[in-house]
Structures are given as structure tokens and as C-alpha cells.
């Protein structure tokens, strides 16, 4: 067997090994546990518990139509819907024909406060100045897993946030 050979069935042995412990469902929840009792708190962008009016209303309209589950607290459910906001926002304040320098140009000069709190774009970046949320795991009453917000920092430019 060659060494390359042999370094790629290392490689598989470890890769099976580890999506066999994230498939087997106790040990993730088992690991999240430790998480919990640990007081591990992590940034994000979007939590379910956001406390603002429009996440209200997105976390409702998300359990109607998902079995009465809140969204998963990670950065797509509420940076997709925000997304979408903002193009919206800056298509419509376009007059004339929608090309993608218009569109760039408009997005520029859009601010949205959506599901996943405020969200503008500026100074000619590209990537969007958000809120962000420090959040802890919490178990839910149906026994799922989610984020809790414990703090927040409101408009964090594209280089992060400096502490001190």
C-alpha cells in the first residue's frame, strides 16, 4: 500500500468517525448539554429571541408555517429574509432602468431594520454593517436546542467590534 493510499483510508477512517458521532443524535445532544453547563456563549447574527417587532412578527409567521417550531438560531433564516429586504428597498428607490451598477449604487444607501435587527451597507464595501448578538444555548420547552440573546452590539463595522 502506498503512503498516499494509506492517508486516504486514515483520512476516511477519520471522516467516518466523526459524522458517525454528529449522526448519532445523543452524542450531539450530549455535546450541546456540556455546551449549556459550560456557559458557552457565542457572536450571531440572528436568534430567534431577538427582541424587536418585525422578529416578532417573522418568528410567528415561521411557526405557522413550520408546526409552531421557532426558526433555527443561526444566520440564514434572518440574513436571507434581511437580504431580500434590502434589495427590495434598493431596487424600488431606483427610477429608471434596474442594472446591477444602479442596484450596487442603491444598495449603498440602504438601511433596513428587519427580523435579524439593522442592517446598511457604506462606504463602498460590500459587506453589510450589522447588529450582532452574544448568545448562550438554551433547550426548549419541546426539547430542541436554540440560542438565547444575552447582549447585544448594534451597527458592528465589517473589521468587528473593538472592546476596551
Given at each position: ?121 457604506g462606504d463602498g464595501n460590500r459587506i453589510a454593517v450589522k447588529d450582532v448578538y452574544i448568545v448562550k444555548v438554551v433547550k426548549l420547552d419541546d426539547g430542541s436546542f ?19
Amino acid at each position: 500500500m502506498s503512503d498516499r493510499n494509506l492517508v486516504e483510508h486514515v483520512e476516511a477512517f477519520a471522516i467516518k468517525r466523526v459524522l458517525d458521532y454528529l449522526n448519532d443524535t445523543e452524542n450531539v445532544d450530549d455535546a450541546i448539554e456540556k455546551a449549556m453547563d459550560w456557559g458557552v456563549y457565542a457572536p450571531i447574527n440572528y436568534a430567534y429571541s431577538i427582541e424587536n417587532d418585525e422578529n416578532t412578527a417573522f418568528v410567528e409567521q415561521w411557526k405557522a408555517e413550520n408546526e409552531g417550531k421557532v426558526p433555527v438560531g443561526s444566520n440564514l433564516p434572518g440574513a436571507g429574509y434581511t437580504a431580500l429586504l434590502m434589495i427590495k428597498e434598493a431596487a424600488e428607490s431606483i427610477s429608471g432602468e434596474i442594472t446591477s451598477e444602479a442596484l450596487y449604487e442603491a444598495l449603498q444607501n440602504t438601511s433596513v431594520t428587519a427580523a435579524e435587527g439593522h442592517s446598511s451597507f457604506g462606504d463602498g464595501n460590500r459587506i453589510a454593517v450589522k447588529d450582532v448578538y452574544i448568545v448562550k444555548v438554551v433547550k426548549l420547552d419541546d426539547g430542541s436546542f436554540n440560542y438565547e440573546v444575552v447582549d447585544t452590539y448594534n451597527d458592528v463595522p465589517v473589521s468587528g467590534l473593538t472592546v476596551g
